[in-house]
């Protein structure tokens, strides 16, 4: 007979009695041992009486008593139904409104925050999802909450950047056992091991083109989604059991990479496409279609992948350039969206953090500089 699977800590959706399987009746049939020996009868002959006797009975009374507290955790082991994570998505844009909507579908139970004005709609209408790397198109219904106060397995923080403080204030700090961000830059990390802690905040980044063209609305299509969460899967419990929701979701999700490595393999795109869509106000497509526009879009990613490289990043600037090149020519990036709509640009999050971190190590950043001159001229 297979042995079965023994419960592990970072599960918590197991019922321990069931996990255990067969193991259960080993234990039982060594506590019956152990009873009989306990309960059967004394002969009056070899009872004690006097202190010795009370001694005996007290025993016995102890012995009962953790029998019966462990028949009443087992029965209630059996009983209670599996319990799924419990993940909490803080902001209901592109990125935030895919996820939520995305474990929603799949049966996760999750809670998506966002704003007073928001959660009216979003209650009423649900979450339009369409989705290319899904391939669907559904309605979607998570639990709308504009504060949370009450504990989750795990928030996934998708506010953009200029709003994550006021964002934060709806998350009471004790409430998520785990944070993973999935904002563009690098400096949130500090703003939320600030408020959560160290122990429960891990580096996520999530490769995808997604908009929201309207509250409700989610349009995604990029022709994957993926997640990156640093770190191993078991020294946070609630990491696997996230990934495992995510996975089942539809939505595909690593694990195991250093914090440098995920934050600054994401940075290296996204500050390119980024500036270059937003200073050139063009598409990826259009901007390889004009040669000194392409050789800015790809200095920038040469830099910023030296810049990485000294931050302790493995990041390869030929690999990066090929995934850029490889994604599609009507691709632009929410920061060209942002500049166009007169919305404050993720400026200081993305290329600021770039030229910082360049500053840092004395490395020269031209086009990097370039670009974010033209943007902030724009914006
Ligand atoms: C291309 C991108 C930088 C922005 O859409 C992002 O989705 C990614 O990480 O590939």
Redesign the pocket.
């Known amino acids: 007979m297979p042995v079965p699977a023994a419960h592990r800590a970072d599960e918590p959706v197991r019922d321990r009695a069931d996990a255990v399987g067969g193991g259960r009746h080993h234990r039982r049939s060594r506590a019956r041992g152990r009873r009989q020996g306990r309960d059967r009868v004394v002969p009056s002959r070899l009872r004690r009486h006097g202190a010795a006797g009370a001694r005996d009975r007290a025993d016995r009374d102890d012995h009962r008593a953790r029998r019966a507290a462990r028949r009443a955790r087992r029965a209630d082991a059996r009983e209670r139904p599996l319990r799924r994570l419990l993940i909490a998505v803080l902001g209901p844009g592109g990125v935030g409104g895919l996820v939520a909507g995305a474990l929603a579908h799949a049966g996760e139970p999750v809670v998506l925050l966002c704003r007073e004005e928001t959660a009216d709609t979003l209650a009423r209408t649900g979450l339009h999802v369409t989705s290319r790397a899904l391939d669907e198109d559904f309605v979607a219904w998570p639990r709308i909450a504009t504060t949370l106060d009450e504990p989750v397995d795990a928030l996934l923080v998708a506010s953009k950047a200029t709003t994550l403080s006021a964002s934060l204030e709806r998350v009471a700090p004790d409430a998520p056992r785990l944070v993973v961000p999935l904002l563009n830059g690098l400096d949130h990390m500090e703003v939320l091991r600030a408020r959560f802690g160290d122990a429960r905040t891990r580096a996520g980044?999530?490769?995808?083109?997604s908009d929201r063209p309207a509250v409700g609305r989610i349009v995604q299509d990029?022709a994957a989604v993926r997640i990156d969460i640093a770190g191993p899967e078991t020294d946070i419990p609630p990491v696997a059991a996230l990934a495992r929701a995510l996975r089942s979701a539809g939505i595909e999700t690593r694990t195991g990479a250093s914090e440098a490595d995920v934050l600054w393999s994401?940075l290296a795109?996204?500050n390119a496409?980024?500036c270059a869509t937003t200073a050139f106000d063009a598409t990826l497509g259009e901007i390889r279609e004009d040669p000194s526009r392409l050789s800015a879009l790809h200095a920038a990613i040469a830099e910023t992948a030296a810049v990485a490289r000294a931050e302790g990043a493995d990041v390869d600037t030929d690999t990066t350039i090929a995934?850029?090149d490889a994604?599609r020519g009507d691709?632009s990036?929410?920061m060209a969206r942002d500049v166009a709509a007169a919305r404050a640009p993720e400026l200081d999050a993305i290329p600021g953090a770039v030229l910082r971190a360049a500053a840092r190590h004395g490395i020269a950043t031209p086009a990097v500089e370039y670009l974010h001159a033209r943007i902030a001229a724009r914006a």
Request: proline share 0%.
């Open positions: 980044v999530i490769r995808v083109q990029s994401k795109r996204l496409i980024a995934e850029v994604l691709q990036s929410s």
